[in-house]
């Protein structure tokens, strides 16, 4: 084994050169490094930082273009480029005259730094709050009609607002509130505002799950944002009820009407299911209605056969005998039409309008509101508004306070949680109280 090594040193203008020579010869290997120099003074350069304007020293990633103002560039999670701006280095400068107030580039870049490691999407990934309900809706496949038509209401109202251009990150919690809060004052019902928030509600809960956002700013409780301005549904008293039928089976126009809406006031049937009906779920030998569907019609004017609202809407509601000729008399006096009407495998429905097609949803309503309108201009004593879905309401009522067990009425109504049954539904007053007690103390 031979080493060879040389060392000197030589001046080269004002900085010294030391060269060192080596060589290494083994018997399997000759490594040779020559030239290997550096200098033994720094130059002044090399030593310089670079500053912005107020000689402040700059890190890496950061720099100052000629208007002044700062710039960040990092690489995002895709390996791309992204910058950001701002007017202030750190939180004690001032933005120029004229210039917007935003945070200082060193805050950002601590923002940034946080969702990096975190591996939260910086800025939201670009995405507005319009944009963002798009996406959650284009997931929701296979829904109902319904749930379809107000999905497309909510994005109308959403691309009507300033705020559906918002970039969702920065949507905090007092943004969001003070939005429902203006949605109310352009004069959005309690129930609009409640569906809107239903939709973004969860779909920035999709954002923070897709880790583009921290929080999600839609989590508070409505009632203590906007003000609840909705009529509830109310059922009608005993009396009232009386009266609404008499009345309807006395009008020359309306009693053609009058065995339908018994059965609505005396079955507690959802209009959907009712107008769903056809001659084969009435079983008489039973005394039994079969509701396995519901009717309804979209408003390109399709008819469609839906599943019922729930698992549990698929029952069995028992006719009373005052129900069961109700539905005799409606068979009975039924339109022939040249061509069946066919929907979704079914025919023989009960009602079918002028034009040969069942009759839906929208039909009944009208009915009830001209009855109304009629009754109310013809007596001092006013009907309040009666509905399909107050039908519904004051069975409902009717039954808990005949001391209808409660499980019973749950199937009879087709809930899928008593709750509903019990708290929804069921209206009882003072006097129900007082009665109820009496019987429980006399017993």
Known sequence: ???????????????????????????????????????????????????????????????????????YKYTDRNGKSKYLYSWKLVQTDEVP????????????????????????????????????????????????????????????????????QKRIDKVKLSDAKEWLIKLQQDGRG????????????????????????????FEFQLAT???????????????QEKAFLEFV???????????GIYILFYTGLRISEFVGLTVSDIDFENERIEVTHQLQRTRKMEYLIEATKTESGTRYVPMTDEVKECFKRI???????????????????????????????????????????????????????????????TFCSNMANSGMNPKTLQRIMGHSDIGVTLNVYTHVDFEDVKSELKAVVNR
């Open 331 to 393: 068979i009975k006096n039924r339109k022939k039409p040249k061509i069946e009407p066919i929907i979704g495998g079914m025919s023989g429905f009960l009602y079918l309008d002028k034009n040969g097609m069942p009759m839906v949803a929208l039909h009944w309503e009208k009915y009830f509101q001209h009855i109304c309108e009629k009754y109310n201009k013809i007596y001092r004593e006013q009907m309040p508004k009666v509905t399909p879905h107050v039908c519904r309401h």
């Open 249 to 259: 089976k006395k009008d020359r126009h309306f009693c053609r009407y009058y065995d």
């Open 97 to 164: 005259q004229g210039a917007r107030e935003d945070i200082s580039l060193r805050e950002k870049e601590k923002q940034i730094q946080r969702d990096l490691d975190d591996e939260i999407t910086p800025c939201g990934g670009g995405m507005t709050v319009l944009q963002l309900v798009k996406r959650y809706i284009s997931q929701k496949t296979g829904v109902r009609h319904n749930t379809e038509a107000n999905y497309n209401f909510v994005v109308n109202i959403i691309t009507k607002e300033d705020f559906g």
């Open 190 to 217: 309690y129930s609009t505002i409640h569906t809107v928030r239903g939709v973004v509600r969860p779909a920035f809960q999709m954002a923070v799950d897709d880790d583009l956002i921290r929080k999600n700013p």
């Open 1 to 71: 084994m031979k080493i060879l090594q040389r060392c000197e040193s030589v001046a080269h203008g004002k900085n010294r050169i030391k060269i060192i020579e080596m060589s290494l010869d083994f018997d399997i290997m000759n490594l040779s490094y020559r030239g290997s120099f550096y200098r033994t003074e720094r130059s002044d350069t090399m030593s310089e930082k670079r500053r912005d304007k107020k000689n402040r020293v700059l890190r890496n990633g950061e720099s100052q273009i000629k208007t002044g103002r700062y710039m």
């Open 225 to 239: 944002v906007v003000v609840n301005d909705s009529v509830t549904r109310e059922a009608i008293t005993r009396k």
